[in-house]
Each structure stands twice: as structure tokens, then as C-alpha cells.
């Protein structure tokens, strides 16, 4: 099944996750009613673990690019957005399942709202809290602050302290925002001609923050509407590999502030948050070294008359300067 004029390219970076992959692509075949007019691009990033035989036998309509290796999810994602056909590109990720016409209500929006760049849905846990990091601010030193003080916890309503993942605004209204969360959001092919790939600096995370930068420096609005709603396991395939995905983390932060916040600040101040940045990542190794690292993952069984999955999952916030646990 294949589409020459689709309307969206759903670009998909697959590592060693082919039964949440094989879940998240029957949710789009069951739930969205447009579902013919999208082009499915799922990169596989060298998973070894029968991935791509899956995807050639049971989803023979979607375009398969195998690498030898993984090259992140920057690199992946570039190596096929250039070629989509689609008039949108959809970014999602393989650990996610959506709901009934998810993609549409996305493409609907944009077609309602010319002057955005991006938007994305609202991306809830298996338990149906709402995942912060698909609405968010852009971060800032002082939203740092207010996150390692615990301020924006303690005051989730106050729209100063909680500025940076917005827990001060209704998730059910449609509002405009900095930055969205890469596990699914949806962009306007033009755009992205014009503003360029995402920074293969990135490994992952921040990578998606970085983008909703340069689209709102090039005078573009970045919107999040709830109308779309997408279930989101967190760290689905990261969590396989905490030390690294740790290290990934801390350095999608150092990319994003030195790309665009040094600048704003003396070289003292600079060489205190790289330091800060990479202390922290120590930190958080050590934890998990003695803690056994992460905990199982939950599983999204999405279904045409139940869009809700089963399962319970914590409602992290995410990390100023960087992107949420996502993938």
C-alpha cells in the first residue's frame, strides 16, 4: 500500500523495540481514518533483533531503511526527511500509540493555523497523566533553579516557578508554547526546508528543542493541542542502555546551551553550568549503578475500541535544558 501524494511522512527510529514498533504502527492502521494518506519511514538503527524482518513481513507498505549502526536519532531521522513526500512530516516515536484520528486532528490543526511551524498532541503516560515535556518553555538558568529547588513542584500553579513545563496552564486548552516533545510532533515540510535538519550534534534528546528554536527565531509559531492525544511510554529503548543514554542526555544540554544561552552569559558563568551539567550526569550514573538502573517498561496495547492502555507509569517532569527521557 502506497500513497505518491500522502499528506503526512511518519518518520519513525526504531532501536530494538519491534513489539511496541509493531503496536504503534497497528494504532495508526486502526485508529486514523485517513490512514491511506499517510507515508510510513521507520528507521531501524542496526536493532539485530528481527525489526526489520517484521516490518518487511507484517507492514509491507512501509518504507524500511536499515543502518549497520546506530546513529542516534538526529541522523536517523535526517537520513529520510529530506525524501518525504508528505506536505507534513510527523516525528513519532515507536514507544508511542495513538488514538482515534491522532494524525488527523494534528494535520487539521495545521491546516487551520498557517502560521505554525509545529505542533503536537497531548502525550499522556500509560496512566493517563500528562507527560510535561510535550508542553513546555524554552530552559533557562532560572527554570534550572526552580526545578533543583524543587519551587516548580512545590508550586506547580505559580506561572513563574512552573513556567518551564507549564504546569500552570490547562492541558486540555490549546495554547501556544516554546518547545514540544520530539516523541510526536508534526511539521510543516516547508518549514523544515527552510530552517534546516535537526542538529546531528544531538545524539537524542534535546534535539527537539533545538528545532522549536530555530523555527520561532525564524518568526514560525509552535503550538500544543490537546485535541490529538498520543499514549508515550518513556525511555522505551533508552532505558536499555542507561549509562549511555545518561551520557546522551547531559550532552543534548551542553549542545542546546552552548548553541543558544552562552552567549548570553560570561565565560565564569559558562565553565560553572558545563560543570554542572557533567557533575550531574556522574550523579546520575552512580544512582543508578546502585539502584539497578531502571525499572521494566510498561506495555501500550492500543486497541479500536479501547484507546486507553492498561499499565501505570510515573508522570516525570522533564529536565530544563534538555529534552524529556523519550526514547
Known amino acids: 500500500m502506497t500513497n505518491s501524494n500522502p499528506t503526512v511522512s511518519i518518520v519513525i527510529i526504531n532501536w530494538k523495540t519491534p513489539d511496541l ?3 504503534c504502527l497497528d494504532s495508526i492502521r486502526e485508529l486514523d481514518s485517513n ?4 507515508e510510513h519511514l521507520v528507521v531501524d538503527n542496526n536493532s539485530g533483533d528481527g525489526s526489520v524482518e517484521m516490518l518487511k513481513e507484517r507492514f509491507p507498505y512501509v518504507s524500511v531503511t536499515a543502518n549497520t549502526d546506530n546513529l542516534g536519532f538526529s541522523k536517523a531521522c535526517n537520513q529520510v526527511i529530506p525524501g518525504a513526500k508528505g506536505k507534513y512530516v510527523l516525528l513519532l516515536n515507536p514507544d508511542a500509540v495513538v488514538t482515534e484520528n491522532a494524525i488527523t486532528n494534528l494535520v487539521n490543526f495545521m491546516e487551520a493555523h498557517p502560521d505554525c ?3 503536537g498532541p497531548k502525550v499522556l503516560n500509560a ?3 500528562l507527560q510535561l515535556a510535550c508542553r513546555r518553555s ?4 532560572e527554570a534550572s533553579f526552580y526545578r533543583l529547588t524543587y519551587l516548580s513542584r512545590l508550586f506547580p500553579k505559580n506561572a513563574r516557578l512552573a513556567k518551564y513545563n507549564l504546569t500552570d496552564a490547562d492541558p486540555d486548552a490549546t495554547i501556544e508554547v516554546d518547545a514540544l516533545s520530539g516523541s510526536c510532533m508534526i511539521v510543516r515540510k516547508d ?3 527552510k530552517i534546516g535538519l535537526l542538529d546531528e550534534d544531538i545524539f537524542m534528546f534535546g534535539e527537539d528543542i533545538d528545532w522549536c528554536w530555530r523555527m520561532k527565531e525564524a518568526g514560525w509559531k509552535v503550538f500544543y493541542t490537546p485535541d490529538s492525544v498520543v499514549y508515550h511510554i518513556h525511555g522505551a529503548a533508552s532505558r536499555k542502555r542507561p549509562v549511555g543514554t545518561t551520557i546522551n542526555l547531559h550532552k543534548g544540554m ?3 546551551y552552548r548553541k543558544h544561552l552562552a552567549k548570553n552569559y560570561w565565560l565564569p558563568v ?3 553550568v558545563y560543570a554542572a551539567i557533567w557533575c550531574r550526569a556522574g550523579l546520575f550514573i552512580l544512582v543508578n549503578l546502585l539502584r539497578g538502573f531502571f525499572g521494566p517498561s510498561k506495555e501500550l496495547p492500543p486497541g479500536k475500541n479501547d484507546s486507553r492502555p492498561p499499565g501505570n507509569a510515573t508522570d516525570r517532569e522533564s529536565e530544563p535544558l534538555a529534552n524529556s527521557k523519550n526514547r
Open 138 to 141: 524554552f530552559p533557562s538558568l
Open 35 to 38: 490512514f491511506e494518506n499517510f
Open 127 to 129: 496512566d493517563g497523566t
Open 254 to 256: 551542553e549542545v542546546f
Open 21 to 23: 514498533l509493531a503496536k
Open 191 to 193: 518549514v523544515i526546508d
Open 270 to 272: 559558562n565553565l560553572l
Open 117 to 119: 511551524a509545529t505542533a
